[in-house]
């Protein structure tokens, strides 16, 4: 059965990076879209940073902008999310997550994505 599992949370001080990783287990990822999400206690799923399977194209929160770098190695299987200027409001768990089809495009909408991970806590301290 097909896994995705996250990697590289952490705790960090304001304006410290962490980067994050998303593994496939019997799951080609280069057939697919990989989305990073985050949740916070008490606040809904956000869709922080996709990348299409295709030409590599990404989309970002805007909160996140400038600060944020999705990349994908499919070689490695493996997704990253670079993280810099890390804020305090970025404390939530992150997952990653997959939806098939080589599309030119990504979507940051949860609802769109069928494989996900068990999320990787990030916790940054002001």
């Not at 057939?31 to 916070?40: E, K, L, V």
């Not at 299409?52 to 990349?71: H, P």
């Not at 499919?74 to 992150?94: F, G, H, I, P, W």
Request: glycine share 12%; proline share 1%; aromatic share 12%.
């Amino acid at each position: 059965q097909a896994h995705l599992v996250e990697s590289g949370g952490g705790l960090v001080q304001s304006g410290g990076s962490l980067r994050l990783s998303c593994a496939g287990t019997d799951i080609t990822l280069d057939y697919y879209r990989i989305g990073w999400f985050r949740q916070a206690p008490g606040k809904e799923r956000e869709g922080v940073s996709c990348i299409s399977s295709e030409d590599g194209n990404t989309d970002y929160l805007d909160s996140v902008k400038g600060r944020f770098t999705i990349s994908r190695d499919d070689a490695k299987n493996t997704v990253y999310l670079q993280m810099d200027s890390l804020k305090a409001e970025d404390t939530a768990v992150y997952y990653c997550a997959a939806v098939w089809g080589r599309q030119r495009w990504c979507s940051r909408d949860h609802l769109d994505y069928g494989y996900w991970g068990r999320g990787t806590q990030v916790t940054v301290s002001s």
